[in-house]
């Protein structure tokens, strides 16, 4: 039969082709003999890669913890994270370093007084204070761009040294209207030396009591816008009383009476001129 030589011949061929890749396993810088198959080799990699233009960076001690960027000149990422911490403090920012308090508590006031619950609504009282604060403090920020921004923007100082060129001029603005009194109290509670000048006052003092002096002018500006829709009350409540008129609650003929007074004289007007006039 012809199966069995074919068969002994195709264990011939796979038993050389075992033998001869046992092999070049076993020495694989031999030479190839003539006639035989190409191999490819390939060549061990350098454990280093140059790379050309990029500067080179010393070898750090096992104990040496590097920041990039922390000396002067242009510091990308130290600028990112200052961007990002004052975009967090933005909201506390607004309150404290801002006449933002004063407005707000005025026109809280001014809805009280006038018997509304709702009108104008919150969001309307915090925009058109946000928008008269912007208004005051336009050229404290175009002091701060020009004294700080730009010459951190331009690499000629550093983050800190712009939050501190930038702290100038917030606290000449909150010295102007802070009190002595709010300041002495204060001082008095930090254990901190008496200044010999205003501007000796560090933000640790100064920051609090502008807040505080803010709040008390507030109050007292809201006590005053209060006295005459008062009156307008108490002088409604006492005729709906003497002419019997007992079950018709005082709030729904004086509540109309203060809106026509406060549309006749221009109220909005008048306010927003006194607050405006009491930065000056």
Known sequence: MKIIPNLGRTLLVITMLITAGSAFAAD?????????????????LPDTIPLTGVPSVPALSPNEIRITGLGGGNSVPWTIIVLLTFLTLIPSLLLCLTPFARLLVVFHFLRQALGLQTTPTNQTLIGLALVLTFFLMQPVGATIYQTSVLPMQSGRITAMQAVERGAEPVRHFMLHYVREKDVALFVELSKEPRPRDPSDLSMRVLVPAYIVSELSTGFQIGTVLFLPFMVIDMVVASISTSVGMLQLPPVVISTPLKLLLFVMV???NLLIGSLMKSFS
């Open 266 to 268: 221009d109220g909005w």
């Open 28 to 44: 694989p810088a031999q030479p190839a003999t003539p006639g035989a198959a190409p191999t490819l080799t390939s060549s061990p």
